[in-house]
């Protein structure tokens, strides 16, 4: 078994690409083809992009964060700091699995940006956020919460359950979903 930090791609992603394009335009479900069929040749990219916006500073990270199959720390970064903790204006490092999380929701839903609706949160903040676990994954940087625009949110929490090994939460009344890398755990919120 794969340990926890590492993703567990189900069936259909487990074949996946050795080159996937700079970025991708957003298609409409209609043409999209999950898995691509490049990653069905050639495994999981080697090179690697994501596209978000940090909803609650309306700040955007569009780059490559693995190129020749290495992760590039000083987008890893920019990155990082792009979803940090906005209330206490507080970085710290992402981990970088994430980021291939958001990057398969590009390709699996044709989304050509994703939301954030959190990401770090320093232990004070996290104190404060009603719901919050005390020991949430978003204080160790091993959890982010997404949305999908136009998307059925809890769907995209659903077809996530059966490929993460890590925590899964529907937050319908919210619409967002919470991916994290700790043990494997679903809730609705």
């Known amino acids: 078994m794969i340990d ?7 069936a259909a992603a487990a074949a996946i690409a050795a080159e996937a394009p700079a970025m991708a335009a957003e298609t409409g479900a209609a043409n999209c083809v999950w898995p691509p069929p490049n990653w069905q040749k ?20 569009a780059d490559i964060y693995v190129d020749n199959g290495v992760y590039s720390m000083d987008a890893v970064k920019r ?3 792009a979803v940090r903790d906005f209330r206490a204006n507080e970085f710290h490092w992402i981990e970088p699995p994430l980021m291939d999380l958001l990057f398969i929701l590009h390709w699996k839903y044709c989304k050509d940006e ?3 609706f959190s990401g770090y949160r320093s232990p004070q903040t996290n104190a404060h956020i009603e719901g919050a676990a005390k ?16 998307m059925d ?15 899964v939460g529907m937050y319908p009344n919210k619409h ?9 755990r679903r809730w609705v919120g």
């Open 135 to 150: 020991n949430s994954q978003h204080m160790q940087g091993r959890a982010l919460d997404i949305h999908l625009p136009n």
């Open 42 to 61: 050639g495994g999981f990219p080697s090179r690697r992009w994501v596209k978000i916006l940090f909803v609650h500073t309306n700040e955007r990270f």
């Open 114 to 116: 994703i939301r954030i």
């Open 153 to 167: 949110n809890d769907a995209v929490a659903r077809s996530f359950q059966e490929i993460l090994k890590g925590g």
């Open 176 to 184: 967002f979903t919470h991916l994290d890398l700790g043990n494997m």
């Open 4 to 10: 926890r930090r590492t993703l567990l791609f189900g």
């Open 79 to 81: 990155f990082s700091w």
